[in-house]
């Protein structure tokens, strides 16, 4: 006998949307009571027993209170905010039991180094699991992070080039040089751009515009996304089983398995040329892409440079950047067609940087009203619904009294994005907002799209700010200075634009569809500017 366990979300509306069910064995779910017996002994031990506890676990399972959290997070966190206003506090997640920590602990715990994002993120995303093998990454002494520190900060101008050059191949592409309207789906439109884009700067020109490769990375992530929270719903001990099973971890591992067929003969092809090169007494060639700053990175730390660290680190990074950027990229696509009275002032401006300072990294900085527009929207529908996630890694005691345990997991209330007292009308969206903000002192600093601070930190906050954010924000502001001078877009009649709600997770709405056209008239021409 089995137990069907589906995992509906809500949009903001109360619209259900159901990630695939997955069956749950009965003696699975025997395993879960006693593990959980077991749990709540030890939680009933310990000192953060005292703080309320919201959406509690029955006595024999927390399954209930985690498919609980899946449909509706955010009502959880705004109903305890109104009743227990700048107070910790104890709630079961999707993932786990975690203590959501008040707003005020920002600046004290953002870079507390006895609390880690990359360990936190190693154990919600299984990176000792199989299928999960690239989110092991972030377990090794800052690889991933070291490598996008020293590469993609900085957005030179030959990486804005390629990132145009593919929004540009993309955009005709998948959407066509018609001037009639036309029906897409919009959050394959968002991913194609941003995929071809990211492959572009992580593989270079091999590689990028391989279609299987695309659909490996395209494959993964969709199939990421409801395994992970699948096996989230079975203790720790039976993960590794349940993983062999479900069929989203048999997709990604499949799809593991096509990446290394597509890189295993770059990396031949690349290292037989360094070999001639050095054998011959020339210089060794050198690749400005993502394989090439990974086997520097590898071979100073002494790591193996194979195809096992290579596919692992292109899907994982890949990944990241897909899932989130995508999702940027999506929801403002939905803003700006339901406020069509911003579109052609951020138009005028794009005309204008682009003809006076040509297409390079001072004229995406000095698109001042298209980044307060991304960060705006950022503001509204992060990425998640509580932030700043953390793995406590020995025991601390915060200034307000409480003390943290070695093991135990946190967030953070992001009120701060919709606070009241710091953004005016802030359940509204001002493509201005931002834009007026940087002409208040200190303004230039804090309001930019890629800039983080207690009251804005979709990008997190702090010493674990997602240091992939510059190539993020050039990224989507290349797409969308391509997709508003050639294309005019709605959104479908009747289509529900509201993001949804995936327990921690606040994603653009997978459903949107949109009428789409090119404009007669394309005031530039980006292969010439």
Not at 284 to 298: R, S, T
Request: hydrophobic share 40%; net charge neutral; charged share 20%.
């Amino acid at each position: 006998m089995n137990s069907s366990s589906r995992f509906p979300a809500t949009g903001p509306d109360g619209t259900q949307w159901n990630i695939p069910s997955v069956e749950i064995p009965s003696c699975l779910l025997v395993a879960c009571m006693l593990v959980a017996i077991l749990t709540y002994s030890w939680v009933s031990s310990n000192e953060i027993k005292d703080l309320p506890y919201i959406n509690p676990t029955g006595f024999f399972s927390s399954i209930g209170a985690k498919k609980a959290f899946l449909a509706s997070s955010t009502n959880f966190v705004t109903k305890t905010r109104e009743k227990l206003p700048n107070r910790p506090y104890r709630i079961m997640t999707e993932m786990s039991e975690r203590i959501i920590l008040p707003p005020g602990t920002l600046d004290e715990i953002r870079n507390e180094p006895n609390m880690s994002f990359a360990q936190g993120f190693y154990e919600d995303f299984h990176g000792g699991l199989a299928a999960f093998e690239p989110m092991g990454l972030m377990s090794q002494d800052e690889l991933v992070q070291t490598v996008v520190k020293k590469h993609l900060i900085k957005v030179p101008l030959n990486m804005v080039r390629a990132l145009s050059d593919e929004a540009e191949y993309i955009t005709s592409e998948a959407l066509g040089h018609s001037l009639d309207w036309h029906e897409k789906e919009l959050s394959v439109v968002a991913m194609d751009i941003i995929s071809h884009q990211v492959s572009r700067i992580f593989l270079g020109k091999e590689l990028c515009r391989n279609e299987d490769w695309i659909h490996a990375t395209q494959e993964y992530t969709h199939n990421w996304f409801p395994a992970n929270f699948k096996l989230h719903m079975f203790p720790h001990f039976l993960r590794t089983f349940v993983c062999w099973g479900l069929p989203e971890c048999k997709v990604m591992k499949a799809q593991l398995k096509e990446a290394r067929r597509i890189l295993a003969p770059v990396i031949d092809q690349r290292r037989e040329m360094k070999r001639a090169a050095v054998a011959a007494g020339r210089e060794v060639p050198k690749f400005d892409d993502a394989l090439e700053w990974l086997e520097e990175e590898a071979t100073a730390r002494g790591l193996t440079y194979d195809e096992t660290l290579v596919v692992n680190f292109q899907m994982f990074t890949t990944l990241v950047a897909i899932h989130t950027t995508t999702d940027l990229l999506q929801q403002a696509m939905v803003d700006l067609a339901e406020h069509p009275e911003s579109i052609q002032p951020i138009r005028e401006e794009i005309i204008h940087q682009l003809r006076t300072g040509g297409l390079s990294k001072s004229s995406l900085y000095n698109m001042q009203l298209l980044d307060s527009a991304l960060k705006e929207t950022q503001r509204l529908k992060p990425v998640e619904t509580v932030m700043i996630r953390r793995r406590v890694q020995s025991d601390i005691r915060l200034s307000n009294g409480l003390t943290l345990k070695k093991g135990q997991r946190t967030f953070v209330d992001p009120y701060g994005m919709r606070d009241p007292a710091v953004y005016e009308n802030p359940e509204q969206w001002d493509a201005t907002r931002f834009f007026k903000l940087r002409s208040q002192p200190g303004g230039a600093n804090t309001a930019q799209l890629v800039c983080v601070t207690r009251n804005h930190h979709a990008f997190g906050y702090g010493e674990h700010s997602c240091p992939g954010r510059f190539f993020a924000a050039a990224g989507v502001k290349v797409a969308l200075c391509h997709l508003l001078m050639k294309y005019e877009w709605k959104l479908l009649p009747g289509t529900n634009a509201n993001p949804v709600v995936v327990g921690g997770a606040l994603v653009a709405n997978p459903t949107v569809k949109i009428l789409i056209r090119r404009r007669a008239e394309v005031e530039l021409d980006f292969a010439s500017i």
